[in-house]
């Protein structure tokens, strides 16, 4: 019988509460992360515990079926993915930040400026919608402390409570995006597989209208 092949994001913050919709639809999973891959007891689903940034990669390639990822990664990584359902989880926005002692006015003040951040695609998009040249420096992670070390004049990155940016004097200036967890199909899944996710769709849509 085909099994539908499920990513997760194996740390950060979408782990827990991915692993607790599973859990709540009924499918109940025998081993942790550590495994690196897990079958579910009652119900023909395999879960892959993976990192984020490689979950797009994995979709566009049938490595596996769907995902339930972050849709900021998706859009800066995505290309042709569908996402199936938005999740209710998980919501951030991705935002333009500059030291508070800044004076900032509009996107023209990043004109010429360096901008250090994890969602290259996401920032040039939003750069180039405005008509502003910037110099763009990609780092994978701690991106708020760019300013403070004179890597950079701005950063852009995920804000979710807003402590991050607090704790390093940044101040949020313009929101690119917001968003949240999704469930997300690969464009080569089978039909028999298809069937297994409309089937989980179907009931994280009962359960998320039960939390409502
Ligand atoms: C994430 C993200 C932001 C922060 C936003 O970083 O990159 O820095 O969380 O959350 P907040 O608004 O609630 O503070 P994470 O802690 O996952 O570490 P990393 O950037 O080093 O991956
Ligand atoms: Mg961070």
């Known amino acids: 019988m085909s099994k539908l092949k499920i990513a997760v994001q194996k740390s950060g913050r979408l782990y827990d509460e991915s ?4 859990k709540d ?3 109940s999973i025998d081993n942790g992360r550590d495994q690196l891959k897990a079958s579910a007891k009652n119900f023909p689903v395999e879960v892959f515990y993976l990192r984020n940034g490689d979950i797009p990669q994995y ?3 049938g490595v596996v079926d769907a995902a339930i990822i972050g849709e900021n990664v998706l859009i800066e990584k995505g ?3 569908q996402i199936i ?4 989880f998980s919501s951030c926005k991705v935002s333009i930040a500059v030291p508070k002692s800044v004076k900032y006015n509009n996107m023209q003040d990043l004109e010429g400026k360096r901008i250090a951040t994890s969602y290259p695609n996401t920032v040039q998009q939003f750069l180039d919608k405005n008509n502003v040249n910037a110099q763009l420096h990609i780092i994978n ?3 708020e402390i760019a300013p403070n070390i004179g890597l950079a004049d701005a950063i852009v990155d995920i804000v979710s409570s807003g402590s991050t940016l607090f704790k ?4 949020e200036v313009e929101v690119l995006l917001k968003s949240e967890a999704v469930l997300a199909s ?3 899944i089978s039909k028999d597989n298809l069937e297994i996710l409309n089937t989980i769709k179907f009931r994280i849509d009962s359960v998320l209208k039960g939390r409502r």
């Open 59 to 61: 979709l566009k390639d």
């Open 186 to 188: 690969s464009p080569l």
């Open 141 to 143: 992670g701690s991106v």
């Open 19 to 22: 692993m607790q919709i599973l």
């Open 168 to 171: 390093n004097g940044l101040k």
């Open 85 to 88: 359902q938005k999740l209710g």
């Open 79 to 81: 290309g042709d993915i």
């Open 25 to 27: 639809i009924g499918i």
